[in-house]
Nanobody
Framework: QVQLVESGGGLVQPGGSLRLSCAVS????????MGWYRQCPGKERELVAT???????NYADSVKGRFTISRDNAKKTVYLQMNSLKPEDTAVYYC????????????WGQGTQVTVSS
């Protein structure tokens, strides 16, 4: 059984920083692309950042220059460093990964709340 476990969310003041982590566990053959998405109440889930197995990255325009996605393949973990946080970054952040067990499938974490408020 594949599990994605997120950590690192919380309450931070505007201008502050947080680092999210997402560890993949289970009987895994391989991990492909990984990413972070977020969802605000009443809104659809939106892409924040993705990173391919080779390291190439993609960011939403709203977070470019402030957020950095990275991964440690040995630890099966993806990170999201969030700097210069704004109130509009407040959301539940979800980790996503393409994982090969017997075939490739998409998996999601349970979500972690990030609140940016003074």
């Amino acid at each position: 059984q594949v599990q994605l476990v997120e950590s690192g969310g919380g309450l931070v003041q505007p201008g502050g920083s947080l680092r999210l982590s997402c560890a993949v566990s289970g009987s895994i053959f391989s991990i492909g692309g990984m990413g972070w998405y977020r969802q605000c109440p009443g809104k659809e889930r939106e892409l924040v950042a993705t990173i391919r197995n080779g390291g190439s990255t993609n960011y939403a325009d709203s977070v470019k220059g402030r957020f950095t996605i990275s991964r440690d393949n040995a630890k099966k973990t993806v990170y999201l460093q969030m700097n210069s946080l704004k109130p509009e970054d407040t959301a539940v952040y979800y980790c996503n990964a393409e994982v090969a067990v017997t075939r490739w499938s998409q998996y999601w974490g349970q979500g972690t709340q990030v609140t940016v408020s003074s």
